[in-house]
T-cell receptor
Framework: EAQVTQNPRYLITVTGKKLTVTCSQN?????MSWYRQDPGLGLRQIYY???????DKGDVPEGYKVSRKEKRNFPLILESPSPNQTSLYFC????????????FGSGTRLTVV | KQEVTQIPAALSVPEGENLVLNCSFT??????LQWFRQDPGKGLTSLLL?????REQTSGRLNASLDKSSGRSTLYIAASQPGDSATYLC???????????FGSGTQLTVLP
């Protein structure tokens, strides 16, 4: 089944403890992206990648890092999480940067205490 | 600033009713528009994708239209069912942008 898989689905962590949220797609898509969803603010893009080793900032990149060493994987790294990064995170992929639409993962609910 | 607006924020209808969800966008230079469904605490499921050159797309009981000149898209749901209850999100890809601009969504409740 064609899908975007995120892990973990739920995560509670403490301030300052580095964490990684994984994202993997099995559709050979070139484009991948991370969004966060917050009440009243909607979905906002954090980072995106047009292809392997090519990444760029979205609207809210502060406090996050990404890497794209393989086409299928696009992990989101929070090196020193803070409570304001408590959110619902989504990974998305697309074959051509959006021309044929996006496929989203099931989401990761992160709580930073 | 490119924005996407969805009105109403919430809608409650009895089962069997036909309904229309609205999405408006501020820039006619859109590349495409995608409608998603989000169930509570779940991911986004793509419903329909309309390219800027198209006027509508259909999938089962769903029909989405696009009017670039007026900056509007509508999602028509025929013969609504309780299982249609969810939040419906409209997302626009503008021009060469490398992201989607999302509306805030319409929370639909279909009453049995």
């Amino acid at each position: 089944e064609a899908q975007v898989t995120q892990n973990p689905r739920y995560l509670i962590t403490v301030t300052g403890k580095k964490l990684t949220v994984t994202c993997s797609q099995n559709m050979n898509h070139e484009y991948m992206s991370w969004y966060r969803q917050d009440p009243g603010l909607g979905l906002r893009q954090i980072y995106y990648s047009m292809n392997v080793e090519v990444t760029d900032k979205g609207d809210v990149p502060e406090g996050y890092k990404v890497s794209r060493k393989e086409k299928r994987n696009f992990p989101l790294i929070l090196e020193s999480p803070s409570p304001n990064q408590t959110s619902l995170y989504f990974c998305a992929s697309s074959p051509t940067g959006g021309a044929k639409g996006y496929t989203f993962g099931s989401g990761t609910r992160l709580t930073v205490v | 600033k490119q924005e996407v607006t969805q009105i109403p924020a919430a809608l409650s209808v009895p089962e069997g009713e036909n309904l229309v969800l609205n999405c408006s966008f501020t820039d006619s230079a859109i590349y495409n528009l995608q409608w998603f469904r989000q169930d509570p605490g779940k991911g986004l499921t793509s419903l329909l994708l309309i390219q800027s050159s198209q006027r509508e797309q259909t999938s089962g009981r769903l029909n989405a239209s696009l009017d670039k000149s007026s900056g509007r898209s509508t999602l028509y749901i025929a013969a609504s069912q309780p299982g249609d209850s969810a939040t419906y999100l409209c997302a626009v890809r503008y021009g060469s942008a490398r992201q989607l601009t999302f509306g805030s969504g319409t929370q639909l409740t279909v009453l049995p």
